[in-house]
């Protein structure tokens, strides 16, 4: 279900590698189509949230379905693989619409197998890698830092918000809204404006970013076995000023998902000035420099400038949400092109105290993608759960209910075979 950014590897995982038959699903048939390519045991169909019954058809005829839609999608995705019994893979977060779903899944003898992208997803299997490896080691684990990220290459970030994008858009944009919260020594933490509350970071051998917390991870507490006391962060890393230029975006309320507007007959200007209380555009970056409480030639102001949310052009939405205009516009200037690589990185730290002594255990994982190939994000994201499919297929996992690859027999052969394609984390101990 879905035939976005970061699903191209799984298909082909399915078709060249395995000899599956895979049916692909995208709103508009020609985004599936292109992705299956005329390939045998492929095929492209046209679905749509309110096909109801294309989807029951769907289900019914599949072995298992992999919901890479966004999250409002999932809940009529569960209804039908319960009603059919379907196993069901999905990189998202275990979260409450989908949890909710685990004693019926038990009850049907189903499994539905969640977090098995990047972040979340590689993250956690190498955390709790270590986790495991320390604990037989009659290790105590004091604190968990955990950073994902989805960046241009080195050489490549050539903008001034340091981005460009790998995956869904909007769904960064639902993330950015979405709540946050970190462990200080059993102590949680709520984090209410998580892009102004950011650190800088030295990612060990790897370079200087800044983090900000990107989920409530007080849940993780209890699924990887840790004391209470334990402190854990888990944040997403950015090249310094992309967070400050989204808490602007924010306060502004320029990233709004939820409210339609009407943007017939009006300039990205006038949508400014809107927003900012004004009837005219002739200062319209001091007067959003003004609401914002900074300075006319601060960094923020000129990358809106770059970016083009000031200009007298006309919006070329009619009607949709703000976060709608702001990806459409972002979409333009911070794309990558075929000659550019992304990079994703993976980094967990834990500290392990022994009766003896004290460690700071890292994994680190840094990897690139390949221009005119598939980028780093859609292998890191979409190979983990064609690896698991497979397994499940070949009947190598026998588990139901709604859970997560936490335990050995999960995510211990979805790393190694992720490790042949060239995603694998380099181990480091440092004595404290």
Not at 221 to 238: H, T
Not at 343 to 356: G, Q, R
Not at 396 to 405: A, H
Request: glycine residues 8%; proline residues 4%; aromatic residues 8%.
């Amino acid at each position: 279900m879905g035939a976005g950014y970061t699903v191209k590897p799984m298909v082909d995982y399915f078709l060249d590698k395995c000899g599956y038959e895979v049916t692909l699903t995208s709103i508009g048939k020609e985004a599936a189509e292109k992705i299956i390519n005329n390939r045998p045991g492929g095929k492209a169909v046209c679905w749509t949230l309110e096909q109801v019954d294309v989807l029951d058809r769907l289900v019914q005829d599949a072995d298992m379905v992999i919901a890479m839609v966004p999250r409002f999608c999932h809940a009529k995705a569960l209804d039908s693989c319960l009603k059919y019994s379907k196993t069901m893979l999905t990189a998202d977060y275990m979260h409450p619409e989908i949890a909710a779903f685990d004693e019926q899944a038990k009850e049907q003898d189903v499994l539905i197998l969640t977090e098995l992208g990047e972040d979340p997803g590689l993250d956690n299997m190498g955390a709790m890698q270590m986790i495991d490896e320390a604990k037989a080691q009659n290790g105590k684990i004091i604190s968990l830092t955990s950073y994902g990220a989805g960046l241009p290459s080195f050489e490549h970030n050539r903008n001034p918000f340091g981005y460009k994008f790998s995956w869904d858009p909007k769904g960064l944009m639902r993330s950015a809204v979405s709540p946050a919260a970190y462990i200080v020594k059993g102590e949680r933490k709520q984090v209410s404006a998580k892009f102004e509350h950011t650190r800088i970071v030295d990612v060990h051998g790897i370079g200087t970013f800044e983090v900000y917390a990107n989920t409530d991870c007080s849940r993780y507490v209890s699924i990887f076995g840790l004391d209470k006391e334990c402190s854990m962060f888990k944040g997403l890393l950015r090249f310094p000023g992309w967070c400050s230029a989204i808490a602007a975006f924010l306060k502004l309320k320029l990233i709004e998902n939820t409210v339609e507007e009407d943007f017939e007959n009006t300039t990205y200007a006038q949508l400014m000035a809107r927003l900012v209380g004004v009837k005219t555009i002739e200062n319209i970056k001091g007067d959003v420099a003004k609401f914002l409480g900074i300075k006319g030639d601060d960094d923020i102001v000129k990358r809106m400038t770059w970016l083009g949310i000031f200009d007298s052009i006309q919006i070329p939405l009619k009607r949709d949400n703000r976060s709608a205009v702001l990806v459409d516009l972002m979409l333009k200037k911070m794309s990558y092109a075929l000659d550019e690589k992304d990079m994703i990185i993976v980094h967990n730290e834990i500290v392990v105290e022994f009766p003896d002594r004290k460690e700071r255990r890292i994994s680190s994982m840094q990897v690139l993608g390949v221009p005119g190939g598939y980028s780093a994000m859609a292998g890191a994201v979409s190979l983990p759960i064609a690896i698991a499919a497979r397994r499940i297929l070949e009947g190598k996992v026998k588990r139901t209910g709604v859970i997560m690859p936490t335990t050995p027999d999960l995510y211990q052969p979805i790393l190694e075979e992720m490790s042949t394609f060239g995603f694998s984390f380099k181990r480091e101990t440092i004595l404290l």
